[in-house]
């Protein structure tokens, strides 16, 4: 099997745009912006100097047609790899991923940093959702930023030693003595986990008040799994509050460093876990970008029809827990029913209810089912009047109204600050879904509204997603009616795994098939990323080839993450029962936060 | 039958001990040798034993506790869908002191684990764990550095349930497993009473118990038509 590098230059199309911005940037800040780098993720990739990385974000936060927000921030590893022709010298990067809503573009700064000296001056200045993301860099690599009000560790423990995403730290368990835990170390644990509020800059008492700090959580019926909030109470008012995640860190990222391409597509299922396929989409994507694959119109539909029937699965779990939250017990009986209905068909499809790992790389897993129509269209007739009851019977409910409207609410700004994607955008008002704005995967085919509130609090981000699955009920109705004929897999030496009437011919294509089979393919090097609109907000996979069978980095932007963060600038003020309600409001489970 | 006797230590455990903590050892049924001390009170205990057992059995209250993907599934089988009040087990508890038992639904973190035993430490005896789902039972395909590779590393575990997710079926069967064992368990009728022991029956495999069955299967059903 030979490997080729993929053209990049073709495949970046520059944009003009994007030039005019590249060249401003070199103009204003000469060569301490060092290079552009070419790969395929679709934006500019620049490097600049560490000297001047504040400085330019905050020249792109303030362009006049903004990069408002900091998408992600991670960081890679370089030091084993070898497909790096023509980049600046570096131990590790650290890049910076922006969006500009307004302008419908990104930009990616990459940091170059040596191990000698790994630090960096912090940006939570000109982007504040930058805290988490630096804490986990601090976490994960190492990487000392300067001037970060508490830099400590996020995903493992504060008792854990080394940085796992480093490629020197072991990556298996096994790899170790067995876990043990004995009465000392598990008091020890516990004594670490204890809140110390000076360590936040929290004062214990006020002039006239001593606070009371609640623990809610790790394991706490309204906190939707392993996730702990710690609040600073004045009676019933939150004065402060400290999220604390890392309860549910599987390891997703150090998992892709040693499972091949298609081997890692189960670990995707289960990073939003309610999502099914649709977690499968953006890292099938991204990875035929650095195949070169394209797929046929009947594999977009495919895949658009499943993920749709996920999402409205995920959103049918969303309200039944979050009117849950708010005390009414019925909904989650419905929304159940509901949700078993559409895995009947989800099963019959793909075999499997809830982590179906279904696409593949290149295609399918499998074609659809004969009679599989009529049993779409039997959940797409059911749902419609069975949304139309949850509005009056749960939204125009005036006890629900009453708990969720005008709570959390926030607006567009201060939701770009926050880096608040998916729904809970929306329902500012704002109408960034990237199915219209960036159709990927044929959804530029399918007619749809995006569906807007404007109040941005806890009633408004319900009652949208009632709206929502009505939308991608109508999205599966069109799947139905205009199914494109063709095959599942697309005709690719890529394709994993490649079709087998093709492994018949020769003994040659007999080797390849058994190399491609038991080995995994090999992609070529270079970067690609995929950004799809999730059911909980923007996800994305950003991938690092170093042309072998395995990725040498992958990172995986979830939505939750910074919906979490953003939780104490909403709930200063407000009173713990507000809190349950924005908790059940922001539809996150802890997976797709710490993944 | 063989049971597992497990004795309450009086003593507070050593700071080195290992969780689970209480020794354990494999005995014969501690019912059978009453019967031949005295025919009669040794089928007075035994009456009492599996009416306090029936009660037992049918009316437990689970845990309110999750920790990724499988509780989904779990939870699935508490709705109307699955019913489990059909088992007597639709009493959610938010607090582990009214709990009867815990179901391990998700994976298992290194930063979670002392949290889990902190919780399980509070649930009052009688009280069974079920580990439900690959990652509970092994680490499942979590082989990484975060993940306790199995609940069973620091808990005692009743019932395990494979799957990932299991189906709420197979929730609902493992909990009908945990029945039946709950049925054949000897425990002390009172603080007062007979011997403080704890004997769990050791049940049969369910593999083995069902292996001729299932090895005979040839013909699956194609997945090409639905
Ligand atoms: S066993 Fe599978 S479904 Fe269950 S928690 Fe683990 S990964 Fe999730």
């Known amino acids: 099997m030979s490997i080729v590098e993929t053209d990049t230059s073709a495949a970046t199309a520059p944009d003009q745009r994007a030039n005019a911005l590249v060249t401003q940037l070199r103009e204003q800040f000469g060569d301490q912006v060092l290079c552009e780098q070419a790969t395929l993720t679709g934006m500019p990739v620049l490097w600049v100097n560490r000297g001047v990385l504040v400085e330019v974000l905050a020249t792109l936060r303030r362009l006049p047609e903004p990069f408002e927000m900091l998408f992600d921030l991670s960081a890679i590893d370089e030091r084993l790899r070898s497909h790096r022709h023509g980049l600046p010298k570096a131990d590790f990067t650290v890049f910076y991923q922006l969006l500009s809503v307004s302008g419908n573009r990104d930009i990616m700064l990459k940091v170059a940093l040596f191990e000698q000296d790994l630090s960096l001056p912090t940006v939570i200045s000109v982007y504040p959702n930058a805290n988490w993301y630096e804490r986990e860099v601090w976490d994960m690599f190492g990487v000392h930023f300067e001037g970060h009000p508490n830099l400590y560790r996020i995903l493992m423990p504060s008792t854990w030693q080394g940085h796992p995403l480093r490629k020197d730290h072991h990556a298996r368990a096994t790899e170790f003595d067995p876990y043990t835990m004995t009465v000392e170390s598990q008091d020890k644990e516990q004594q670490a986990l204890k809140f110390k509020p000076e360590d936040w800059g929290m004062k214990r008492h006020s002039e006239h008040t001593e606070f009371m700090f609640l623990n809610l959580g790790p394991n706490h019926p309204s906190a939707h799994g392993a996730f702990r909030l710690v609040l600073q109470l004045d009676g019933e008012e939150i004065i402060d509050c400290v999220p604390d995640i890392g309860y549910h860190h599987r390891g997703a990222e150090k998992m892709a460093e040693r499972q091949t391409w298609h081997s890692f597509i189960p670990y995707t299922d289960r990073i939003d876990y309610v999502g099914g396929v649709m977690n499968n989409l953006p890292y099938v994507l991204a990875v035929e970008k650095l195949a070169g694959i394209q797929v046929n119109a009947r594999i977009q539909t495919i895949r658009v029809m499943m993920a749709e029937l996920f999402r409205i699965t995920s959103h049918l779990l969303f309200l039944g827990t979050y009117l849950q939250d708010l005390g009414a017990m019925s909904p989650v009986f419905y929304a159940f029913t509901d949700r078993q209905k559409g895995y009947d068909v989800i099963e019959a499809i793909t075999g499997f209810r809830m982590h179906p790992a279904w696409f593949r790389i290149g295609g399918v897993m499998q074609d659809l089912p004969k009679g599989w129509d009529r049993l779409m269209q039997g959940f797409v007739n059911w749902m419609p009047p069975r949304l139309k009851e949850y509005e009056k019977a749960m939204m125009e409910n005036s006890l629900v109204r009453d708990r969720t409207k005008n709570i959390a609410a926030f607006d567009t700004e201060n939701a770009f600050a926050w880096g608040v994607t998916g729904p809970n955008l929306r329902a500012t008002g704002c109408d960034f879904d990237l199915r219209k704005k960036r159709p990927y995967s044929g959804y530029e085919n399918f007619d749809f509204e995006i569906p807007l509130a404007h109040n941005g609090d806890a009633f408004d981000r319900g009652q949208l997603r009632i709206e929502e699955m009505r939308q991608s009920v109508k999205i599966l109705q069109q799947c139905i009616n205009n199914m494109p004929a063709g095959d599942y897999k697309a005709d690719h030496p890529l394709t994993t795994p490649p079709p087998r009437e093709r492994m018949l011919e020769h003994i040659e294509t007999m080797i390849t098939h058994f190399l491609q089979v038991s080995w995994g393919p090999v992609l070529p090097g270079n970067e690609s990323m995929q950004m799809i609109e999730a059911t909980k907000g923007i996800n994305s996979y950003y991938l690092t080839s170093d042309g072998s069978t395995m990725s040498y980095r992958t990172r995986i932007r979830t939505p939750s993450f910074p919906h979490l963060q953003q939780i104490p600038v909403l709930m200063r003020g407000g009173f713990v029962p507000d809190l349950i309600a924005h908790l059940g409001s922001i539809d996150f489970v802890m997976a797709d936060v710490d993944r | ?226």
């Open chain 2, 1 to 226: 039958m063989a049971y597992t006797l497990t004795r309450a230590e009086d003593a507070v455990a050593a700071d080195n001990a290992s969780y689970p903590l209480g020794k354990r050892q494999s005995v014969e049924d501690p019912m059978k040798q009453q019967v031949h001390r005295s025919v009669f009170t040794g089928k007075l205990a035994d009456v009492l034993n599996s009416t306090v057992n029936w009660g037992r059995k049918n009316s437990l209250w689970p845990y309110n506790f999750g920790l990724s993907c499988c509780y989904v599934e779990m939870t699935t089988a508490f709705t109307s869908p699955h019913d489990i009040a059909r088992f007597g087990a639709e009493v959610i508890r938010a607090s582990p002191r009214q709990a009867d038992f815990m179901v391990i639904a998700g994976t298992c973190f290194m930063k979670m684990a002392p949290i889990i035993q902190q919780l399980y430490d509070q649930m009052l005896e009688p009280k069974w764990v079920i580990s439900m789902g690959s990652c509970a039972n092994s680490g499942g395909m979590y082989d990484i550095y975060s993940v306790v590779q199995g609940v069973d590393k620091f808990l005692p575990v009743d019932v395990y349930i494979p799957g990932c997710p299991p189906r709420p079926e197979a929730f609902l069967q493992g909990l009908q497993l945990l029945q039946d064992s709950i049925q054949q368990e000897r425990r002390p009728l009172s603080w007062v009473v007979g011997d403080q022991g704890v004997y769990r029956a050791e049940m049969p495999s369910q593999r083995e118990k069902h292996r001729d069955r299932r090895i005979q299967v040839t013909e699956l059903r194609t997945p090409d038509s639905v």
